[in-house]
């Protein structure tokens, strides 16, 4: 297999967010997020979101995998494994408990003092993503989320807290995690996890405009982070972050080769603006022939101009397909309905392509696009793991799957040219998922005790992929 060592000061590591294993969902004043109404589900049975918290309900995010008592632990394992870098998020309730409080609480501030401090301890760069699927439950019910400008203010003031604070510890930040998700705006979740809105009584032209909207206070949101972090410290390096699929015709007909077009423009124009500080001609023409995004300002349009970011990170999972039996290239509008399944490729038991030269072609493409470094900080397979009976793991398929992709990068680094930050595949340690809620689809190299009913003591062991990945990061790459 293909192999080649990456550049000096490659960041291997991994990538979490604080809600999905931090647990201690309400513990030293942290508020309710939008992951603490959202129970568990399966690979067939979506996560119900409930109006608040409901007795006897099971929402596996409240108590998580407690990485909030077992940080030091854990993060001794990963340094174990070599990791240079660790991408998580700050918990936005954990500072601000409603989202729209004058002060920060200053218990949830230090707890990440001593998380940075303790990554900086083995030398673990830390990665921060400030809003990841994790919005203040009070800013949903009270102000809708995003479609309301007011969160542009909340999110600055949260934003410019944590930059503050952690001016000295973090260096690499991401604004808002998979921005891009929320183009299927028919889906429930996504739409709360990206902007905090329930859709419940929408139709279908209401959800899609209250997309355009709030995607557009996030951007200008994310903007100016990045203008006010830049003053703060003009060393930090603020990234956006996509779910990055490249997208691909199921046939060659005009039709499919159009629609894939469209779907591509459809997708990126959020990172567009995000890099380039405006909208793309197509998506323009779309939102004003629609009459969506009703509130834009010539103040807006500055800010997006003086707030673009630093690098473009992204996750990747698969590729997309797209057919024009579906839906009609000019009648694209949920980009959800575009998408049919791809004869050529194996899918994971949840259902998610596997499709490792896909992630050599989105590198490329990325690069094309944008002429950013580039930041791979979410890649890897979930999959259910089996505990023999002398407790070791062997999760030959998980290394088969990443050591397939990161042959993928390095050609995409060494061939291609492709200037890359680093690789931080998704859960070095297993947590609770973000589409599922289940613990039972992992990810990591480290195994946690515990089910999607909740059960086992937590405790920790290495998986035979621990190993793999820590001989991969020692060897810079080349042995995979
Ligand atoms: P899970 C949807 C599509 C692609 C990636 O996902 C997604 C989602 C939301 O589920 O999420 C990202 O846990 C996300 C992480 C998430 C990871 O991918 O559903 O940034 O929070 O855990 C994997 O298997």
Request: glycine fraction near 8%; charge should be negative.
């Given at each position: 297999m293909y192999s080649a060592k990456m550049p000096d000061g490659f960041l291997w590591g991994g990538a979490v967010a604080a809600h999905q294993l931090e647990g201690a969902w309400n513990v030293d004043g942290k508020g309710m997020s939008i992951a603490d109404v959202m129970t568990v589900g399966s690979a067939t049975k979506p996560r119900e979101i409930t109006d608040g918290v409901i007795e006897g309900k099971n929402y596996p995010n409240h108590s998580a995998i407690d990485f909030y008592h077992h940080y030091k632990e854990d993060i001794k394992l990963m340094a174990e494994m070599g990791f240079k870098a660790f991408r998580t998020s700050i918990a936005w309730t954990r500072i601000f408990?409603?989202?729209?409080?004058?002060e920060p609480n200053e218990a949830g501030l230090k707890f990440y003092d001593d998380l940075f401090a303790t990554c900086h301890h083995y030398g673990i760069e830390p990665v921060v993503t400030l809003s990841h699927f994790e919005i203040p439950f009070n800013l949903v019910k009270k102000y809708n989320g995003f479609t309301n400008r007011k969160l542009i203010d909340f999110f600055v003031r949260f934003a410019t807290v944590c930059f503050k604070r952690y001016k000295d510890s973090v260096k690499y930040w991401m604004t808002f995690?998979?921005?891009?998700?929320?183009?299927?705006?028919?889906?429930d979740f996504l739409m709360a996890t990206n902007?905090?809105?329930?859709?419940?009584?929408?139709?279908e032209k209401e959800k899609e405009a209250a997309m355009y909207q709030a995607a557009h206070y996030e951007l200008v949101a994310s903007a100016l982070a990045v203008k006010v972090g830049h003053k703060i410290n003009p060393d930090f390096e603020i990234g956006c972050m996509i779910n990055y699929s490249p997208v691909r015709p199921l046939t060659s007909s005009s039709a499919d080769v159009l629609l894939a077009d469209k779907f591509e423009q459809r997708r990126s124009w959020f990172s567009d603006v995000h890099v380039f500080g405006e909208y793309p001609k197509e998506v323009e023409a779309y939102i004003n022939r629609n009459g969506y995004r009703s509130d834009i300002t010539d103040e807006d349009r500055i800010v997006l101009k003086e707030g673009t970011v630093d690098y473009v990170g992204f996750s990747y999972y698969q590729t997309t397909t797209v057919s024009?039996?579906?839906?009609e290239p000019d009648k694209l509008n949920d980009l959800s309905k575009a998408v049919a399944k791809n004869p050529t490729l194996e899918r994971s038991d949840w259902g998610w392509e596997i499709d490792p030269e896909g992630l050599r072609i989105a590198l490329n493409h990325l690069t094309d696009r944008y002429h950013k470094p580039l930041f791979i900080v979410e890649n890897g397979l979930g999959a259910y793991d089996k505990v023999e009976a002398d407790g070791s793991i062997h999760d030959d398929y998980r290394v088969d799957y990443l050591r397939k992709h990161i042959s993928e990068m390095e050609k995409a680094v060494e061939i291609d040219g492709v200037d890359l930050m680093g690789y931080l595949p998704w859960g070095p340690i297993d947590l609770v998922s973000a589409g599922t809620g289940q613990m039972d689809k992992r990810y990591g190299f480290i195994y946690v005790a515990k089910n999607d009913a909740g059960e086992g003591d937590l405790s920790r062991s290495r998986k035979d992929s621990f190993d793999w990945y820590k001989k991969v990061i020692k060897t810079n790459g080349l042995d995979l």
């Amino acid at each position: 297999m293909y192999s080649a060592k990456m550049p000096d000061g490659f960041l291997w590591g991994g990538a979490v967010a604080a809600h999905q294993l931090e647990g201690a969902w309400n513990v030293d004043g942290k508020g309710m997020s939008i992951a603490d109404v959202m129970t568990v589900g399966s690979a067939t049975k979506p996560r119900e979101i409930t109006d608040g918290v409901i007795e006897g309900k099971n929402y596996p995010n409240h108590s998580a995998i407690d990485f909030y008592h077992h940080y030091k632990e854990d993060i001794k394992l990963m340094a174990e494994m070599g990791f240079k870098a660790f991408r998580t998020s700050i918990a936005w309730t954990r500072i601000f408990p409603n989202g729209d409080d004058k002060e920060p609480n200053e218990a949830g501030l230090k707890f990440y003092d001593d998380l940075f401090a303790t990554c900086h301890h083995y030398g673990i760069e830390p990665v921060v993503t400030l809003s990841h699927f994790e919005i203040p439950f009070n800013l949903v019910k009270k102000y809708n989320g995003f479609t309301n400008r007011k969160l542009i203010d909340f999110f600055v003031r949260f934003a410019t807290v944590c930059f503050k604070r952690y001016k000295d510890s973090v260096k690499y930040w991401m604004t808002f995690n998979e921005i891009d998700n929320q183009s299927a705006y028919n889906e429930d979740f996504l739409m709360a996890t990206n902007s905090g809105i329930i859709l419940n009584n929408l139709s279908e032209k209401e959800k899609e405009a209250a997309m355009y909207q709030a995607a557009h206070y996030e951007l200008v949101a994310s903007a100016l982070a990045v203008k006010v972090g830049h003053k703060i410290n003009p060393d930090f390096e603020i990234g956006c972050m996509i779910n990055y699929s490249p997208v691909r015709p199921l046939t060659s007909s005009s039709a499919d080769v159009l629609l894939a077009d469209k779907f591509e423009q459809r997708r990126s124009w959020f990172s567009d603006v995000h890099v380039f500080g405006e909208y793309p001609k197509e998506v323009e023409a779309y939102i004003n022939r629609n009459g969506y995004r009703s509130d834009i300002t010539d103040e807006d349009r500055i800010v997006l101009k003086e707030g673009t970011v630093d690098y473009v990170g992204f996750s990747y999972y698969q590729t997309t397909t797209v057919s024009a039996k579906n839906v009609e290239p000019d009648k694209l509008n949920d980009l959800s309905k575009a998408v049919a399944k791809n004869p050529t490729l194996e899918r994971s038991d949840w259902g998610w392509e596997i499709d490792p030269e896909g992630l050599r072609i989105a590198l490329n493409h990325l690069t094309d696009r944008y002429h950013k470094p580039l930041f791979i900080v979410e890649n890897g397979l979930g999959a259910y793991d089996k505990v023999e009976a002398d407790g070791s793991i062997h999760d030959d398929y998980r290394v088969d799957y990443l050591r397939k992709h990161i042959s993928e990068m390095e050609k995409a680094v060494e061939i291609d040219g492709v200037d890359l930050m680093g690789y931080l595949p998704w859960g070095p340690i297993d947590l609770v998922s973000a589409g599922t809620g289940q613990m039972d689809k992992r990810y990591g190299f480290i195994y946690v005790a515990k089910n999607d009913a909740g059960e086992g003591d937590l405790s920790r062991s290495r998986k035979d992929s621990f190993d793999w990945y820590k001989k991969v990061i020692k060897t810079n790459g080349l042995d995979l």
